[in-house]
């Protein structure tokens, strides 16, 4: 539907890649403007938690456990609903609405190499990185 658009059941996986750039856009629905946040979600260097910046400004940290919450400590941020759209589409995975979509920007959430291949372009990761996560 979208270029871009992350495969819906690979979205978990793009989202936590450690390294992932995307917007997730919603379209106008039921009397509901249409929505759309740009996101950054780093892992950190412990590699326990995903810091998230939305629009550019730090919003706070996810721990890699379920279901995933947002802690808001140090954040400079407090973009509510688009944190709430992250944690809805993290904790729903891939059982989601057609109206929303996870669009990534055309390089790999692990590594932030550019994705060249269809496969990687519709998973959001590139073979590289795919490979060594299935090492893991
Ligand atoms: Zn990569």
Redesign the pocket.
């Known amino acids: 539907m979208f270029r871009n658009e992350v495969r819906k059941s690979n979205i978990k996986s793009f989202i936590l890649g450690g390294s992932a750039e995307f917007t997730i856009y919603q379209e106008a629905k039921d009397g509901k403007e249409a929505q759309q946040a740009h996101y950054k979600v780093k892992i950190s260097k412990e590699g326990n938690c995903y810091f998230v910046r939305v629009n550019n400004v730090y919003q706070g940290c996810i721990y890699k456990k379920q279901p995933y919450l947002l802690y808001t400590k140090g954040a400079k941020g407090n973009n509510t609903k688009a944190t709430k759209a992250l944690l809805w589409v993290l904790n729903h995975q891939g059982d989601f609405p057609d109206e929303v979509h996870v669009l990534h920007m055309g390089t790999?959430?692990?590594?932030?190499?550019k994705l060249s291949d269809p496969l990687s372009i519709e998973l959001g990761?590139?073979p590289?990185?795919r490979a060594r996560r299935e090492e893991q």
Do not use: H, M
């Open positions: 790999c959430a692990c590594c932030g190499r990761i590139g590289t990185c």
